[in-house]
C-alpha cells in the first residue's frame, strides 16, 4: 500500500509538465521557430513568451500559428481538386501536424465534409484555446 502513495521524480516531473501544459509550449514555441527561422532565435523566443504574457493580461491576440492565407494553402494542398472541402480524416491529420490535437482527444468523424471556413474557424478556435492554457 505504501508503494501506490510514492510518487517517482519522474513521474513528478510529468505531472509537473502536464499541468502546466510545458511539453505543448515547447512544441509551438519550436514550431515557430522552424517555421519563420529568424537569425537571432533567442530574441525571438523571448519576444514570442512577452507576447503571450501580454496577451493573457490584455486583449491583445495572441500570436497564432499561421495567419488565414497560410491556412488557406494548407488547405489547397489537402483539396487539390479545388472541392472546397476535406475529409475528416485529412482534418484530423492537419489537426496532429499543427499540434492542435490531443493524443487522446478524437474528432467527429461522422461529419461528411470540412470545409475552408470551418477548417479556419477550428484551427484558429483550437490555437486561442491552446496559447489561453499558458
Known amino acids: 500500500m505504501a508503494d501506490r502513495l510514492y510518487i517517482s521524480p519522474e513521474e513528478k516531473a510529468q505531472l509537473y509538465l502536464k499541468k502546466h501544459h510545458i511539453m505543448e509550449l515547447l ?3 519550436t514550431f515557430q521557430l522552424l517555421y519563420h527561422r529568424p537569425e537571432k532565435p533567442r530574441d525571438f523566443l523571448l519576444n514570442m513568451l512577452a507576447r503571450i504574457k501580454i496577451a493573457k493580461i490584455t486583449t491583445v491576440d495572441f500570436p497564432y500559428l499561421m495567419d488565414d492565407s497560410n491556412l488557406v494553402s494548407m488547405f489547397e494542398i489537402m483539396d487539390p481538386t479545388n472541392q472546397g472541402f476535406i475529409t475528416p ?3 484530423r ?3 496532429k501536424n499543427l499540434g492542435l490535437l490531443g493524443p487522446d482527444e478524437v474528432i467527429d468523424e461522422d461529419r461528411e465534409v470540412i ?3 470551418d477548417f479556419r474557424d477550428d484551427v484558429n478556435k483550437r490555437t486561442l484555446k491552446m ?4
Open 27 to 29: 512544441n509551438h514555441l
Open 89 to 91: 480524416v485529412q482534418y
Open 93 to 95: 491529420e492537419a489537426l
Open 115 to 117: 470545409t475552408r471556413e
Open 131 to 134: 496559447w489561453s492554457a499558458f
